[in-house]
């Protein structure tokens, strides 16, 4: 059974930061690109962030390069997303989703992806206040 497992959320100030953590079971793990995304009530699902089996390529979206960063800890089956600037626009529910084997697509495709492989967690809540 493939499970997704996000964990970290929660209530910050602008400015402030966050790290989400996504544990894994019931697939193999380190041949899959891996990714955040998020959506917020009557917006698209957006991906936030994608990471390669083996770290390259990596990509991000405009919105928060430079802001967040993505990591994955393969022997843990961890995936995790480091989250600091913190504006009220990253207010949103995050997901970790699988995204497809081997190296990841660029960031437009990384939706659609996901969704063919439907391997996603629950998600967790991120609210910045300003």
């Known amino acids: 059974q493939v499970l997704l497992v996000e964990s970290g959320g929660g209530s910050v100030q602008t400015g402030g930061s966050l790290r989400l953590s996504c544990v894994s079971s019931g697939y193999t793990y380190t041949e899959y690109c891996m990714g955040w995304f998020r959506q917020s009530p009557g917006k698209e699902r957006e991906g936030v962030a994608v990471?390669?089996?083996?770290?390259?390529?990596?990509y991000y979206a405009d919105s928060v390069k430079g802001r967040f960063t993505i990591s994955r800890d393969n022997p843990k089956n961890t995936l995790y997303l480091q989250m600091n600037s913190l504006k009220p626009e990253d207010t949103s529910m995050y997901y970790c989703?699988?995204?497809?084997?081997?190296?990841?697509?660029?960031?437009?495709?990384?939706?659609?992806?996901?969704?063919?492989?439907?391997?996603w967690g629950r998600g967790t809540q991120v609210i910045v206040s300003s």
């Open positions: 989703a699988a995204v497809s084997r081997g190296i990841c697509p660029p960031i437009g495709g990384v939706v659609s992806a996901a969704r063919r492989l439907g391997y």
């Open positions: 990471r390669s089996p083996d770290g390259a390529p990596t």
